[in-house]
């Protein structure tokens, strides 16, 4: 068993789009798990944990699994926060029970080895993307929500997978300048919140930027997808890192 009096680090990861056609992502996900998490104080799970959400009431083995595998970490010592993506936006309480994840407010502020962070899955920074923006606002309106959510299972199942088609084919007319965040949007959420760090996913352009907020140094960490490896951000007291672990070969 992991001894909590030892652990000083905190673990962040964005965008693993799991889904059962991809197993190598999966396998990973559950290596690190059961490998680099239990050594954890928190893991913060920055949205598109899922390649898409159909409801809470999906119960298909595969999203079953990855609630197990999730529950098990978080009832051995590390507690798991959840943030919402654009693709999982409708993973809600039952299933964030079923996991032993804690949902957090879309843009939230969390104390770091004494610094103050504001985390976030980082869609809504992209605001050059209009088209994407004008769907956000909408699907998170209640009657949107509320009208998917009355659809049967397999016409969900649907909606989703045509929702993928059409948002690859988007996503490829459009420019990387109009996917990547605004830099203004950037210095207001630090402002507003007071903070000189910003953790963020939903570019799938990991880096560490160097910028200037509330006049002073500030520091923007972009987390990496997980498409072609594993990728995840570890913070200490004393260092940060974004590291990457390759897929295993079968």
Same mark, same amino acid.
């Given at each position: 068993m992991t001894n909590i009096a030892s652990k000083s680090v905190t673990y962040f990861i964005a965008d693993l789009h799991l889904a059962p056609n991809r197993p190598d992502i999966t396998a990973c996900? =559950?290596?690190?798990?059961?490998n680099q998490a239990p +050594?954890? +104080?928190?893991?913060?799970?920055? $949205?598109?944990?899922?390649?898409?959400? =159909?409801? #809470?009431?999906? #119960?298909s083995t595969f !999203?079953? #699994?990855?609630? &197990?595998?999730?529950?098990?970490?978080? *009832?051995? $010592? *590390?507690? !798991?926060?959840? !943030?919402?993506? &654009?693709?999982?936006?409708?993973?809600?309480?039952?299933y964030a029970k079923k996991s032993g994840m804690e949902l957090l407010p879309e843009i939230s502020e969390i104390d770091l080895y004494g610094q103050k962070a504001v985390i976030?899955? $980082?869609?809504?920074?992209c605001t050059r993307? !209009?088209?994407?923006?004008?769907?956000r606002k909408k699907s998170r309106s209640w009657w949107w929500q509320a009208m998917i959510k009355s659809l049967p299972l397999f016409v969900r199942r649907k909606i989703a997978?045509?929702?993928?088609?059409?948002?690859?084919?988007?996503?490829?007319m459009k420019s990387q300048d109009i996917m990547d965040v605004t830099d203004d949007e950037v210095i207001l959420c630090l402002e507003q919140f007071q903070s000189q760090l910003l953790i963020h996913g939903h570019t799938h352009r990991p880096n560490r930027h160097a910028i200037e907020a509330n006049n002073a140094a500030a520091e923007r960490i972009v987390l990496g997808d997980w498409y072609e490896q594993g990728a995840w951000l570890k913070v200490s007291p004393n260092s940060i890192e974004l590291l990457t672990q390759p897929f295993q070969q079968n």
């Open positions: 996900f =559950i290596s690190f798990l059961e +050594d954890a +104080d928190k893991l913060y799970i920055l $949205g598109d944990l899922f390649e898409s959400w =159909i409801g #809470d009431d999906d #119960d !999203v079953i #699994d990855i609630a &197990n595998a999730i529950k098990t970490l978080s *009832t051995t $010592g *590390t507690p !798991v926060y959840f !943030v919402h993506g &654009n693709r999982d936006f409708l993973l809600g309480k039952r976030m899955h $980082g869609d809504t920074l993307d !209009v088209a994407y923006q004008a769907f997978a045509d929702y993928r088609k059409r948002s690859a084919s988007a996503t490829a």
